[in-house]
Structure formats: structure tokens, C-alpha cells
């Protein structure tokens, strides 16, 4: 199974960028009906305004209408609700987002995971900020990212035999998707994930890092 991810929670600067990112998304979705992708709209947040939010938004709409694509399916990050936010937290509790397919399959077997039959993932975890590395208000924690992921294939009833390829296009600073990963996969779990993250040559060496410390600590516990 391969999940290719198109996270625009931090809106990319350079729109050539984000271009390039959909042709990839493209092409990759057009190898098999086991891959979907699944695009993440931006937030509102303290960097940004309602006005340039729903312009964003609007624009990844249009490309993802202008792929040869299936109509796309919300699956809507669900956050949980937790006793550390108080009344006055403006941290998100949800997020749009879309799975997308090709249109050129006649089925796909994550059309029957809860994420597509719900149109929602999660409840993902919720960390305090002290908790988080890097924070700004656009960040979710490795734990969220972590269980985002999963929830995109529950149900799908994965062995120990399968294998997932999570495909990040647009990594986050911090390659938040990557770590998460890592540390489910450290957890010795049923089912591996393997990461794949077009990472730009300068976050490479700080995320590469924090993974290989990640495992290091893995193996001398």
C-alpha cells in the first residue's frame, strides 16, 4: 500500500514547488489502485489571515480537480479533545483534508477504511506544547502525525506480510510525518511502515539526526 501525502498545513512559499508536488502526487497515484493520496489544507493560524487561508484552499482545490483523479473523499484529521486546553486555546481541533484516487481503477481497498467510509481520521493524539520540538501554532507533534498515518489504514486489516510506503511530498520543517513513523516502527509493530520524504537539502540533516538518535536510544534500551 502506498500513501502519498500532500501536507499544506504551512503553505509552501514557492508555488513552482507546489506545482511540481501535484505532478508527482500525479504520477505516483497513476501506478496502481493501492495508492491513495491524501492532501492537507492549511489552517488558520497567528501567521496567517482568513482571507489568504481561503485563497489557499481554493487553489488546492483546483489542482486537485485538474488531476485525472476520482472525486476526492474528505478524510478530516479529528484531533482529541484533551483537560490542558483551556477555553481560550485556539489550537484546531480538525483540519480538512481529502483522500484522493485515481480514476483509472475500479476499486481500491482503502475505499473500505474508516478513514474514506467516515471521512475522518482519528482521534489523533493531542501533546502539550512544552511537549512539542519547534513549536509554532501550525505544528500537531510526532504523536498526531503518528496516528494520523494509522488511521488512514484501519480497517484495511494490514498483516504482518504487508508493507506501507508513506510517500511525504511536502515534508513539514521538522519531518514530524518521518519521526512519527520511526518511532511506531520501533515499537515492533504487526505492520511496518517505510518512510519516503522529499526532504529539501536543509532539513535533511537535522531530521536524518533526530531519527538515527531515535534508533540509537531503540537499541541501547
Not at 505492520?191 to 537539502?201: A, E, I, L, Q, S
Request: glycine content about 6%; hydrophobic content about 40%.
Amino acid at each position: 500500500y502506498v500513501i502519498c501525502a500532500i501536507d499544506c498545513t504551512v503553505w509552501p512559499a514557492d508555488a513552482n514547488y507546489l506545482a511540481e508536488a501535484f505532478r508527482t502526487f500525479s504520477s505516483i497515484l497513476s501506478m496502481s489502485s493501492e495508492h491513495t493520496g491524501w492532501v492537507q489544507y492549511p489552517l488558520l493560524t497567528s501567521q496567517t489571515n482568513k482571507s489568504a487561508v481561503i485563497k489557499r484552499r481554493h487553489l488546492l482545490d483546483n489542482y486537485v480537480e485538474a488531476q485525472p483523479h476520482s472525486a476526492p473523499r474528505s478524510a478530516n484529521p479529528l484531533r482529541e479533545s484533551v483537560k490542558f486546553l483551556s477555553r481560550r486555546s485556539q489550537r484546531a481541533l480538525s483540519q480538512p483534508a481529502v483522500a484522493v484516487f485515481r480514476g483509472n481503477f475500479e476499486a481500491s481497498n482503502f475505499l473500505v477504511s474508516a478513514a474514506v467510509r467516515l471521512g475522518k481520521v482519528g482521534p489523533c493524539e493531542l501533546v502539550r506544547i512544552a511537549d512539542m520540538i519547534g513549536f509554532d501554532d501550525s505544528r500537531k507533534g510526532l504523536g498526531c502525525h503518528r496516528s494520523m498515518a494509522l488511521g488512514l489504514v484501519a480497517d484495511l486489516d494490514l498483516t504482518a506480510n504487508d508493507r506501507v510506503l508513506f510517500v511525504d511530498i511536502i515534508p513539514s520543517r521538522l519531518v514530524e510525518f518521518g519521526r512519527g513513523l520511526t518511532g511506531h516502527n520501533l515499537g515492533n509493530p504487526q505492520t511496518m511502515f517505510h518512510y519516503f520524504g522529499f526532504v529539501p537539502k536543509e532539513d535533511y540533516k537535522d531530521a536524518a539526526n533526530a531519527v538515527r538518535d531515535m534508533v540509537y536510544k531503540t537499541w541501547d534500551n
